[in-house]
């Protein structure tokens, strides 16, 4: 199984903007779709954000819609999550996975790499 690491995340101030990246381990490639997740303490996952690559079809969990935009960065094997508006309760560890996905649909996973942690707070 593909281990893919997250990066990018950090201490941002309630309105900010970061930029999140996800990998794949050295030698894989991103495969078929990749789908990012978040996990707050005390919380179960939620699944924000998924890309199929084939469809170019992108989900977006209602909490981030108009908010996180993900992409692809093909000649570096990345995939991108810009968050936007953020706000305290976006505050969690986030982590990519490959999964299933269409615009109505991402497939869940708790096979994570290394994540990244996003705190927003003043």
């Known amino acids: 199984q593909v281990q893919f690491v997250a990066s990018g995340g950090g201490l941002v101030q309630p309105g900010g903007s970061l930029r999140l990246s996800c990998a794949p381990a050295?030698?894989?490639?991103?495969?078929?779709?990749i789908g990012w997740f978040r996990q707050a303490p005390g919380k179960e996952h939620e699944r924000v954000s998924c890309m199929n690559f084939s469809s170019r079809l992108t989900y977006y969990a209602d909490s981030v819609k108009g908010r996180f935009t993900i992409s692809r960065e093909s000649a570096k094997n990345t995939v991108h999550l810009q968050l936007t508006s953020l706000q305290p309760e976006d505050t969690a560890t986030y982590y990519c996975?490959?999964?299933?996905?269409?615009?109505?649909?991402?497939?869940?996973?708790?096979?994570w790499g290394q994540g990244t942690q996003v705190t927003v707070s003043s």
């Open positions: 050295s030698g894989f490639t991103l495969g078929y779709a």
């Open positions: 996975a490959s999964v299933p996905c269409d615009a109505q649909n991402m497939g869940d996973s708790r096979d």
